[in-house]
């Protein structure tokens, strides 16, 4: 028989049953609470009751481990002797806080109650110990509402309707007790305000709940243990799970503690920090303090927060008192703290403290979540500063976070003609414009209906967080850096502005007020989130200019060194391409030429040649759109000078240039000078039943050589202009859709001659390639034979889904949602390649292509080449580039150098 399990694990003076790595047994908190301990920060007793009760607790129809019971007793002890006080004690009563942590942090997804252990019992007790009523009643009042909101009410699973949940039927009891009293802050009722405050809360409690508010000790301490696991399986809990993909399985722990109290008098504060800039990296100390409050004060927005520092202040905050200042004893312990734990933990922490009558008490250390901004700066600095090596820096740095580098800002020429409409906290960065919107439900509704909105909140919960996920960007009137709203969009990137004073929501009205302007829900509004600025109306946002950041290009020149995968882009016009170019790619991997036909002009060229009853009548169209497409590959290649540009011949069935309406064909036909009936009769002839698998690819040239030629003609002969002005230049024409050699061999031979033809007519050489897209099932298992003339591959990883699964992309919609949802499938195969089959496919195409053609240049240019995920896949099997839209190209060479660093650690 093997030891009984642990069920419990004690921290306290200095020693700690667990440790920072226990996260998976312990949560985030515990874990971290007990590495703390070790580390002889002073951090108020208590213990974690592991994820595995909570995992039992569900596996046993919600009964607890037998052995549960003792564990806690025996820990409760060790805690009572530590704090010299006894739970449930009448004399010298011992208060306990019941607080949750799952292995990664949820923002307020599950719930903590403070003041545990107060009852009729303890209350005069403690009253007399401390000597100070009104801090016991508040804290009373505090549990009251807590408690019930937490333990009898969501854990109980009853579910009000919105705005009549216990929680705001209790604060509106307390606003009314302020207003009868004259006062406007909570901290100004008396110790006989609170004490008719309580007696007001059970009443309401127990009319509107039907059950008392336990005056037991043990009552509301299991009564809390057992939320905590309740809430796991919460409504709320599980959408935040399912946005986040976090498994249910991986249950949550729950932490019991000794209060400390930040309420106790004016010697006493609570508050908030991150050991750097949350939101913009810099390396100085930074949070939120307030004094006489209880921790949950800072963070529900309730009071607007102090600065931490001077260096805060400076920044804004003139008018508040800094903890620094107030308190600097503490301040410089905390500060201490502050550089041990980056030391300790070498990364940004996002902390929690208490100063109980001058003491002061760490509660909680984490990582901190960050902007895409501040997490690149940041790891750059700590690697300079020798906290982390060049390798961890960059693996630390997640591809959304450079994404949110990428993203759009207000165009700077507009902003500044425009008035500014409210000022708020700089709380997520970016811009954002929408419609404004009041609620959580109707954000998601909007936002399904295809509208883009803003989501505008005095506050927000844990309840919001699906309207958080569907709004462009946030705007609350409350709530500090540290809020609710704050921690949810910096973890996610989004723009959101907090704690905006002026503005007034009246949400019968469903209409905004800033300062007597009146806005209604439905209206447009832009956020700058960077300075905190709302404006009026839709604003013009600029795409990203990442290359301005020095952060930003440090790391990505250590990428650069790391990777060994190329990153192309796919780009078909000039901009796009110079686009590309400056965020680092090195070659086109992609360039279709067809895209370029959609332009009035070239359309009717095309159409031309497409309703063609004859070689003549089309060599004569084709001809014409031969001078188009030199100019645009010509403009293509000269921006990517010295660099490879793959571009691959005509692709799409015919059909789809001449899906037409009836007023149209008439029209073409008069351009044509054809009869309509003969048009259509044409048209009616290339109709297909099955375009995806119909008359494309490689087929087209095969049938219509001219195309073929005429598309040949062009590149060489833009190639041969630029060489002829001594621009460097590498044209790799790529065949599309083969399945066998002999389909391949036959357009190599045209676009062979027709590059000798060039050269000798314009006098002039250059390199050049002639290769195949691979994205046939058929070519990955012939591709030894089609390496025997194909000079490159390029998977194009999106037919090839396609045609693996035999899924039409655009039909997936009435099938695909039904799969995820019975994990059918894992993920949509088109946006994160599907490596168990496709996958293998490609690394049957490498392996055989190269078993022909050891040094064949393999790539990929599907939708795939610009996802972090495939990204690594595409690594491993060894191609040599992956091609990515432009935007995606920073993101693509960070997760290749990503791929090499876990590759070479054997990860
Ligand atoms: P969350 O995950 O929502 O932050 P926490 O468990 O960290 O929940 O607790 C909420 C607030 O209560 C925090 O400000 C925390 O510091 C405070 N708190 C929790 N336990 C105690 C305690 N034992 N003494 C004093 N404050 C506490
Ligand atoms: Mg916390
Ligand atoms: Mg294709």
């Known amino acids: 028989m093997g030891k009984a399990k642990k069920y419990v694990y004690f921290f306290g003076d200095g020693k700690a049953d667990g440790r920072a790595e226990q996260k998976d047994l312990l949560g985030g908190k515990g874990a971290?609470?007990?590495?703390?301990?070790?580390?002889?920060?002073?951090?108020?007793?208590?213990?974690?009751?592991?994820?595995?009760?909570?995992?039992?607790?569900?596996?046993?129809?919600?009964?607890?481990?037998?052995?549960?019971?003792?564990?806690?007793?025996?820990?409760?002890?060790r805690v009572e002797r530590l704090m010299r006080a006894g739970f449930g004690d009448a004399v010298n009563p011992?208060?306990?806080?019941?607080?949750?942590?799952?292995?990664?942090?949820?923002?307020?997804?599950?719930?903590?109650?403070?003041?545990?252990?107060?009852?009729?019992?303890?209350?005069?007790?403690?009253?007399?110990?401390?000597?100070?009523?009104?801090?016991?009643?508040?804290?009373?009042?505090?549990?009251?509402?807590?408690?019930?909101?937490?333990?009898?009410?969501?854990?109980?699973?009853?579910?009000?309707?919105?705005?009549?949940?216990?929680?705001k039927l209790l604060e509106e009891e307390m606003d009314k007790h302020k207003a009868s009293r004259g006062v406007r802050n909570d901290t100004e009722l008396t110790a006989g305000d609170l004490k008719e405050l309580v007696e007001a809360f059970k009443e309401r409690v127990k009319s509107v709940l039907g059950r008392s508010f336990p005056d037991d000790h043990l009552q509301q301490l299991w009564g809390g243990i057992g939320a905590v696991f309740q809430s796991w399986q919460g409504k709320r809990a599980v959408a935040y799970r399912k946005i986040e993909n976090i498994p249910d399985v991986w249950g949550t722990a729950v932490n019991v503690q000794a209060m400390v109290f930040g309420n106790a008098g004016e010697s006493s504060a609570t508050g908030v920090a991150f050991t750097r800039n949350p939101a913009t990296g810099e390396p100085h100390f930074y949070g939120e303090w307030l004094p006489n409050a209880q921790g949950e004060d800072v963070v529900a927005g309730i009071r607007t927060p102090l600065p931490l520092n001077k260096a805060m202040r400076s920044r804004g905050q003139k008018k508040f008192k800094s903890l620094e200042e107030a308190m600097p004893a503490l301040y410089k312990q905390l500060a201490g703290i502050r550089s041990q734990l980056e030391?300790?933990?070498?990364?940004?922490?996002?902390?929690?403290?208490?100063?109980?009558?001058?003491?002061?008490?760490?509660?909680?250390?984490?990582?901190?979540?960050?902007?895409?901004?501040?997490?690149?700066?940041?790891?750059?600095?700590?690697?300079?500063?020798?906290?982390?090596?060049?390798?961890?820096?960059?693996?630390?740095?997640?591809p959304e976070h450079l994404d949110e580098l990428l993203h759009p800002m207000i165009d700077p020429a507009g902003e500044k003609k425009t008035p500014v409409l409210a000022r708020g906290l700089p709380a997520g960065p970016g811009a954002g414009c929408g419609l404004i919107v009041l609620s959580a439900d109707l954000a998601e509704k909007w936002r399904q209906e295809g509208k883009k909105v803003v989501l505008v909140r005095n506050e927000t919960s844990p309840e919001d967080v699906h309207g958080m996920h569907a709004a462009e960007a946030i705007l609350t009137a409350k709530g500090g850096m540290t809020s609710h709203a704050a921690l949810v969009a910096r973890g996610w990137g989004k723009c959101c502005i907090v704690g905006c004073?002026?503005?007034?929501?009246?949400?019968?009205?469903?209409?905004?007020?800033?300062?007597?302007?009146?806005?209604r829900e439905g209206d447009w509004i832009t956020l700058n989130g960077t300075r905190g600025l709302a404006y009026e109306g839709c604003l013009a946002l600029l795409p990203a200019d990442p290359e301005k950041n020095p952060f930003y290009r440090k790391l990505m020149?250590?990428?650069?060194?790391?990777?060994?995968?190329?990153?192309?882009?796919?780009?078909?016009?000039?901009?796009?391409?110079?686009?590309?170019?400056?965020?680092?790619?090195?070659?086109?991997?992609?360039?279709?030429?067809?895209?370029?036909?959609?332009?009035?002009?070239?359309?009717?060229?095309?159409?031309?040649m497409i309703v063609a009853e004859d070689e003549q009548q089309r060599r004569k169209a084709v001809m014409k759109l031969l001078v188009y497409q030199k100019k645009d590959f010509e403009g293509i290649m000269e921006a990517m000078e010295g660099l490879p540009v793959t571009i691959r011949l005509l692709d799409p069935p015919l059909h789809e240039f001449v899906n037409l309406q009836p007023r149209q064909i008439a029209e073409l036909a008069g351009e044509l000078g054809v009869g309509q009936d003969k048009l259509r009769a044409r048209i009616e002839q290339l109709h297909e039943l099955n375009p995806m698998l119909g008359h494309r690819g490689c087929r087209l040239g095969i049938t219509y050589p001219e195309i073929s030629e005429m598309q040949a003609r062009a590149i060489f002969q833009a190639a041969a202009s630029l060489a002829k002005r001594n621009k460097k230049v590498f044209p790799e024409v790529m065949i599309p859709l083969v399945g066998t050699d002999r389909e391949f061999?036959?357009?190599?031979?045209?676009?062979?001659?027709?590059?000798?033809?060039?050269?000798?007519?314009?006098?002039?050489?250059?390199?050049?390639?002639?290769?195949?897209?691979?994205?046939?099932?058929?070519?990955?298992?012939?591709?030894?034979?089609?390496?025997?003339?194909?000079?490159?591959?390029?998977?194009?990883?999106?037919?090839?889904?396609?045609?693996?699964?035999?899924?039409?992309?655009?039909?997936?919609?009435?099938?695909?949602?039904?799969y995820l949802e019975k994990q059918i499938l894992p993920h949509d195969p088109f946006q994160s390649l599907d490596a168990p089959g496709v996958g293998r496919l490609v690394e049957m195409g490498v392996q055989k292509g190269r078993r022909t053609r050891p040094k064949l240049k393999i790539g990929i240019c599907g939708e795939h080449g610009g996802d972090p995920k495939s990204i690594r896949f595409f690594h491993r099997a060894g191609l040599n580039y992956v091609s990515c839209s432009p935007y995606r190209v920073p993101v693509a060479r960070l997760c290749a150098a990503q791929a090499a660093i876990e590759h070479d650690s054997g990860g």
């Open 343 to 398: 030391r300790h933990y070498k990364d940004m922490q996002d902390i929690e403290f208490t100063i109980e009558n001058g003491t002061l008490y760490m509660l909680q250390t984490r990582t901190g979540k960050r902007t895409g901004t501040a997490a690149i700066r940041m790891a750059v600095e700590m690697c300079v500063e020798r906290l982390i090596d060049r390798k961890t820096a960059l693996i630390r740095v997640k």
């Open 745 to 818: 061999l036959n357009q190599k031979e045209i676009v062979q001659r027709v590059a000798r033809e060039v050269m000798r007519e314009a006098g002039v050489r250059f390199p050049y390639l002639i290769g195949t897209m691979i994205e046939i099932p058929r070519a990955c298992i012939v591709a030894d034979e089609i390496a025997r003339d194909a000079e490159f591959f390029s998977f194009g990883t999106n037919d090839l889904t396609q045609t693996a699964f035999g899924f039409s992309r655009d039909d997936i919609g009435s099938f695909l949602p039904a």
């Open 557 to 608: 020149g250590w990428a650069d060194r790391e990777r060994r995968l190329g990153i192309r882009t796919n780009a078909d016009r000039p901009e796009d391409a110079r686009t590309a170019r400056r965020f680092g790619a090195e070659g086109i991997g992609l360039c279709r030429t067809e895209h370029m036909f959609f332009d009035p002009q070239r359309i009717r060229a095309m159409r031309e």
């Open 32 to 77: 971290n609470l007990a590495e703390m301990t070790n580390l002889g920060i002073p951090v108020p007793p208590g213990f974690t009751i592991t994820t595995e009760v909570c995992t039992e607790y569900y596996r046993n129809n919600r009964n607890y481990p037998p052995e549960l019971k003792k564990g806690v007793e025996r820990a409760l002890v």
């Open 501 to 519: 004073g002026a503005l007034a929501i009246d949400e019968r009205a469903r209409t905004i007020e800033v300062n007597g302007r009146v806005l």
């Open 94 to 167: 011992l208060l306990v806080s019941v607080r949750s942590g799952a292995r990664r942090s949820m923002p307020g997804m599950m719930e903590t109650v403070l003041n545990i252990g107060l009852t009729s019992r303890t209350i005069p007790g403690l009253v007399e110990k401390t000597g100070n009523e009104r801090f016991v009643y508040d804290a009373y009042r505090r549990l009251i509402m807590m408690y019930a909101d937490v333990v009898m009410e969501k854990a109980a699973g009853i579910e009000p309707p919105e705005g009549e949940g216990i929680r």
